[in-house]
Nanobody, 123 residues
Framework: QRQLVESGGGSVQPGGSLRLSCAAS????????IGWFRQVPGKDPERVSC???????SYGETVKGRFTISRDTAKNTVYLQMNSLKPEDTAVYYC?????????????????WGQGTQVTVSS
């Protein structure tokens, strides 16, 4: 069974940090583009970062310079290091996997999705 499992969410004060993990089972992440998306109620998922199968990374403008995506092929896991968190980063964060080297900006074009993990940034 192919699945993605996110972990690492939680509550943090503004300026704090969290590291999200996206662990895959049943398939190898290195052959997929892995996107991190976030969603707030009433809005479509927003892609915040992606690493494609070639290892190239990309970031949304709202998180550039604060978030870092990385991939550990030995652990079959992708991480999202989030620093300098702001209240507007509050959302449910999802990882998604899409076969190949293209990082789609559309959450629903991906092949597999995790269940999501809540991130809350509040004082």
């Amino acid at each position: 069974q192919r699945q993605l499992v996110e972990s690492g969410g939680g509550s943090v004060q503004p300026g704090g940090s969290l590291r999200l993990s996206c662990a895959a089972s049943g398939f190898l992440l290195e052959y997929y583009s892995i996107g991190w998306f976030r969603q707030v109620p009433g809005k479509d998922p927003e892609r915040v970062s992606c690493v494609n199968s070639n290892g190239d990374t990309s970031y949304g403008e709202t998180v550039k310079g604060r978030f870092t995506i990385s991939r550990d092929t030995a652990k079959n896991t992708v991480y999202l290091q989030m620093n300098s968190l702001k209240p507007e980063d509050t959302a449910v964060y999802y990882c998604a996997a899409d076969w190949g080297a293209y990082c789609s900006g559309s959450f629903f074009e991906y092949d597999y999705w995790g269940q999501g993990t809540q991130v809350t940034v509040s004082s």
